[in-house]
């Protein structure tokens, strides 16, 4: 047991308005995890833990067990009773912090993907799915994390995580614009209402019906109308300056659609191959500017892989 393991896991953007705690995209910025374990395997109790950290949260990320990858590999090792004498973990992070972009779903399945490797894969992909959703508490961005590309995740009666894959067209790039600002998920989920009007509800529904359907094919004028939520948007949009002006600066641009990137602060846009990327990026840092807020635009293809195994 120590052969070192190398997983990339791809950034992911949730909700893409309407499919709230449904809709997960895979997008093309990827985490790396090398695990490199050592040493016997021990019947029981905790290996040593070393962690390096290059990249996004260097400096903030805790470099112990209770970093987010580390507990995730170790619920793994336990749950296979394979514990080596030491783990060494070398994170190397791309997706900004709390921004709306999947870093914690990125962490959770690298840590699980990562463990299951160097056991001999005793966890099936369903099996880490359920626990990377039990980790992370919804399926949108960990499904989006290990299949890739668009999922549409569905929790069932028994508690099961059931996935639809659809194929997004081709034709579409996302532009992603993070400011520097951090809204962490448990902050964007206080401000939720305990109670939705049935009108807000049918809005959102129907909306998000035709977005997955516009994903695949159709009239990109109506991406306009399909990116609109009433569920979630309306109070996070608040959690941060300059985040409404920047999602009308995308539309004035000429982006199909916006929305929150999860849920935020970053703004996402939605355009095609033919239009101008580069512009609603930029139109968008300058909402954010006049607001008094730095930020950095990414434009960012579909990932139609999600979580990747090499040898480290």
Not at 282 to 307: K, P
Request: hydrophobic residues 45%; positive net charge; aromatic residues 2%.
């Amino acid at each position: 047991m120590s052969r070192a393991v190398r997983v990339t896991v791809p950034a992911s953007t949730a909700n893409l308005g309407p499919g709230f705690d449904a809709m997960g995209l895979a997008v093309s910025l990827r985490n790396e995890v090398i695990l490199q374990p050592a040493g016997a395997v021990k019947a029981g109790g905790d290996p040593i833990v070393c962690v390096d950290i290059e990249g996004c949260g260097a400096q903030t990320l805790p470099r112990d067990r209770t970093n987010l990858v580390v507990r995730a590999a170790l619920r793994v090792l336990r749950r296979a009773a394979r514990l080596p004498e030491r783990l060494r973990f070398r994170l190397i992070n791309r997706i900004p912090l709390s921004s709306g972009l999947g870093s914690s779903a990125a962490a959770t399945v690298g840590g699980l993907v990562a463990a299951n490797e160097i056991c001999g894969r005793p966890l099936t992909p369903s099996d880490l799915l359920a626990a990377a959703t039990e980790m992370e508490g919804h399926p949108d961005n960990v499904s989006a994390a290990i299949l890739g590309g668009l999922t549409i995740s569905v929790t069932g009666d028994d508690g099961a995580v059931h996935v639809a894959q659809p194929r997004v067209r081709n034709d579409l790039l996302f532009v992603f614009c993070v400011p520097k600002l951090e809204v962490s998920t448990t902050c964007a989920r206080k401000v939720l209402p305990a109670r939705y009007s049935r009108p807000d509800v049918v809005f959102s529904l129907s909306r998000a019906a035709m977005l997955a359907a516009l994903l695949q094919g159709g009239p990109k004028p109506l991406f306009r109308v399909a990116m609109q939520d009433r569920l979630h948007q309306p109070c996070r949009c608040k959690l941060g300056p300059g985040i409404e002006k920047a999602l009308a600066a995308a539309l004035k641009e000429g982006a199909l659609g916006a929305c929150l990137s999860g849920s935020g602060p970053t703004v996402l846009a939605l355009t095609d191959r033919t239009s101008n990327p580069d512009g609603i990026g930029q139109a968008m840092t300058r909402a954010f500017a006049a607001a008094g807020v730095e930020s950095e635009s990414h434009i960012l293809d579909v990932s139609r892989q999600g979580v990747r195994v090499g040898i480290g």
